[in-house]
């Protein structure tokens, strides 16, 4: 197996004083103590936790060597393997430039209010299909996980995609000028975080610092659907982009929709990407995903990759946990189907949301149910926003909702007596509630912001129900 890096060139890339018996390369880079592997390189950052007070527990568990900060080097025996750095995070973003600087691969890098891990997802199952690809792990949308997964790509890899969060203005190009990307994606502006941005137009000019660090010659791929898509246009021109591509629906969208068939398990989709007539099948259902699924095509093609063996793999595509994973529940009489979107939520991600439940396949006596928690970050809109939600439910036959949070009161208020399921001031509160009220042939999906802790109550119907993973839509 090729090493990642050799130590040399990782001590020469960080200015690194070397410590202690260090082995010749690093089979990887861990930040957690917990999953290390054997001969990764442990990077002790100090960000939620003091990573330094793991150290030991990482060379204990088989890691390579440490990268600690300076200042903390008389924590450690003198013989430890080290990599001694003056700050631990500054130590690997200069790590994540070198490896920019060592790849040949084509570089993908995705934003946008709703859809950046789906669709980074999507474009690591695309473009694998014609050749190596690396990918962020998880969410590793920040400060620290873009340089991480940077770090972390191999030398040799064919293409490389990358997702770049945000929730300030400001955050993401300082991100984009390590990434340096040959295409960058947005996959739409919506009101997210509106409670540091106080404007969706505020929104898309962070969203749109993305195109500050394209490659020269780049393309950017903008959702010409979307009601930001003039406003993004504009800021790519201004930072010199003059390679636009644009998907949706729009007449003028350059991957455009041309037909949808949503099914309640995966969608078919006929598509002109860049000129080419194109028919594929999703293996995850959802409108959101249908349309990102034209920007994921339209970066490949850009990227260079075979369209044909991109959109035939998007077949094996799957909804990730936390976001739209679906299990089958063993309920009294019957099954019945969990949609997990409990990872995150805003007012785009839950209108999505719904309608996938709308689409959810019910038994002879199922009902589609919505267990709901709070949208944080929305600042002064957040009541009126959490009402609308009402419109959503009653457009996609949504039988129950049960709701919890302050925020989620109002949407509480705002349904009729009969689609009322339950309400309580917390997640944990709620959840004998839900779990009482499954029946087969039912369909429940359960979405909320991560500060509304809605994963226990997934984890607690799936313990209750012995739920695993849906092959086929759950029917009674």
């Not at 020469?12 to 018996?21: F, I, L, Q, T, Y």
Request: glycine share 10%; hydrophobic share 45%; with cysteine.
């Amino acid at each position: 197996m090729t090493p990642l890096w050799t130590v040399s060139a990782m001590a020469a890339a960080m200015r690194a004083e070397k410590s202690g018996a260090l082995p010749e390369s690093v089979s990887g880079i861990s930040i957690d103590s917990r999953t290390v592997g054997n001969g990764d390189a442990f990077f002790a950052l100090t960000d939620a936790r003091d990573g330094h007070d793991f150290v030991e527990a990482a060379l204990q568990s088989g890691a390579g060597l440490a990268v600690i900060a300076r200042a903390k080097r008389a924590m450690f025996a003198d013989d430890a393997p080290l990599l001694i750095v003056d700050d631990v995070l500054d130590a690997l973003r200069d790590l994540a430039r070198a490896s920019r600087a060592r790849t040949e691969a084509k570089i993908i890098a995705v934003t946008g209010s709703v859809g950046k891990t789906g669709t980074k997802e999507a474009l690591r199952l695309a473009l694998s299909a014609d050749g190596e690809t690396h990918a962020s792990a998880a969410s590793y949308n920040n400060h620290w996980g873009v340089p991480l997964s940077l770090a972390r790509c191999p030398a040799d890899v064919r293409y490389a995609v990358f997702e770049i969060g945000m929730n300030h203005a400001g955050e993401i190009t300082p991100l984009v000028a390590l990434v340096r990307p040959h295409v960058a994606i947005v996959t739409t502006v919506e009101p997210v975080h509106l409670e540091y941005f106080g404007s969706v137009e505020k929104i898309a000019d962070a969203k749109a610092e993305i195109f500050t660090g394209l490659e020269p010659g780049g393309a950017a791929v903008i959702n010409r659907d979307n009601n930001q898509y003039q406003r993004l246009a504009a800021a790519a021109k201004a930072a010199g982009v003059t390679n636009i591509v644009t998907f949706g629906e729009h007449a003028e969208a350059k991957a455009r929709l041309v037909r949808q068939a949503l099914k309640s398990d995966s969608s078919c989709v006929h598509a002109d990407i860049l000129g080419d007539d194109v028919t594929y099948k999703l293996g995850a259902p959802g409108r959101h995903l249908v349309m990102n699924s034209l920007a994921v095509l339209a970066a490949a093609s850009l990227a260079g990759a075979d369209l044909a063996h991109a959109a035939l793999a998007l077949s094996k595509l799957r909804a990730p946990v936390g976001r739209g994973a679906r299990l089958t529940l063993t309920v009294s009489g019957g099954r019945a189907l969990l949609i997990d979107e409990s990872y995150n939520a805003n007012p785009a991600s839950m209108a999505a949301a719904i309608a996938l439940l709308g689409q959810a396949d019910i038994g002879p006596q199922g009902r589609r149910i919505a267990v709901l928690g709070d949208m944080l970050e929305l600042g002064a809109e957040g009541e009126r926003l959490h009402a609308a939600i009402a419109e959503a439910v009653a457009a996609n036959k949504v039988d129950l909702v049960y709701c919890s949070g302050p925020l989620m009161h109002s949407l509480w208020q705002a349904l009729p007596s009969g689609r009322r399921g339950g309400y309580a001031e917390t997640a944990a509160q709620l959840e004998p509630a839900v779990l009482a009220a499954i029946r087969a042939g039912d369909a429940v999906m359960v979405k909320g912001s991560f500060g509304s802790k809605m994963g226990p109550i997934v984890k607690a119907l799936e313990r209750q129900f012995a739920g695993k993973p849906a092959i086929e839509p759950a029917q009674s």
